[in-house]
């Protein structure tokens, strides 16, 4: 272990320009692409409890790993006020993700805090939380008291040992499927959960998990193997496209595409021809759909990202704790959202190996979540 990976500290974002015009929110940012802002992803812990291969690989993130020390993390009241802003330009949906975002002490107070925000249409938010599964059983009536609408539960196989060995603190399958069923117990839903698909560690699982998940409530969903942040060792190799995962799935299940439930969703749809409910895939390496996305995401010490993608971020801690009114964060994360042009996948689509090479090391996904 030679180099500590901490992104997010490194100095290199800065505050964002505050514009001499103050304009008032009007709930229809665009960017440069004419992409609204319609999702607010907040990480509000790096610290998670897995050492998923993917995300944070115990290689890297070690009994020595520094954290970042909680004056740093945005307070509730900080993520509250930031939030209300990009509610007001007009986010809908919020995702409260990490690290594992079970482990920040009080969340349902946060969660509680969240509730209470209003849509530009008078709407409440839709809340919703992403878990590594492993709390989730002793939170979840207390989470959906709260005020939180739903949960996406990651779980990446059904057999025991090739799940012990993909989050590699040999945590059970079963403890994970005592959570969503408590989730689904308590009214968290529809609940979906994410198998991230990583050719050589657990492709033979997806089959297992289709034939388990299908004839349920639950929705599961396929991600590729994607290359975020620094410490992964990402190679194209390790992808199994969702084209090939579908392929495997309908073979056995056959399946029917499904219309998407709304512009800029991240999952392609498909439905099981028997009417046993339906899938989804997400394919950032070999489908981009950069065109159409809406999400905006805030790190867990404040730095505003455009991109899950980013090398960069825009600091609106520094701004909060500076003193800006209101109007001028508002105004900030409007200038920053305008000047958005960010369609990395798309890119490295036509250019893996070279976009890889000439660009900047990008940010950790534990910091800013999925």
Known sequence: MTEKIIILSDGRARAPAIPAALEPATGELRDRLARPLHDLR??????????????????????????????????????????????AHGVEKIRLTGGEPLLRKNIEKLIGMLAELRTVHGKPLDLTLTTNGSLLARKAQALKDAGL???????????????????????????????????????????????????????????????????????????EYMDVGASNGWNMRDVIPSAEIVRRIGAEMPLLPADPNYTGETAARWRYADGGGEIGVISSVTQAFCK???????????????CLFASRGHDLRALLREGRSDAELSAAIGAVWQGRTDRYSELRTTNTEGLSRAGERKVEMSYIGG
């Open 42 to 87: 907040i990480s509000i812990t790096d610290r998670c409890n897995f050492r998923c291969v993917y995300c944070m690989p115990k290689e890297v993130f070690d009994k020595d790993y520094q954290y970042l020390p909680h004056a740093s993390l945005l307070t509730f009241e900080e993520i509250t006020r930031l939030a209300r802003q990009f509610v």
């Open 149 to 223: 609408n739903r949960v996406t539960v990651s779980l990446d196989a059904m057999d025991d040992a090739v799940f012990r060995a993909m989050n590699d603190v040999d945590f059970a399958v079963a403890d994970v499927l005592h959570g969503i069923d408590a989730a689904h117990a308590v009214g968290l839903g529809p609940i979906k959960v994410n198998m991230v698909v990583k050719a050589g560690s657990n492709e033979q699982e997806i089959l297992p998990m289709a034939r388990y998940f299908k004839g349920t409530p639950h929705i599961l969903r396929f991600i």
């Open 292 to 306: 159409d996305c809406t999400r905006a995401r805030l790190s867990t010490e404040g730095k505003l990202y455009t």
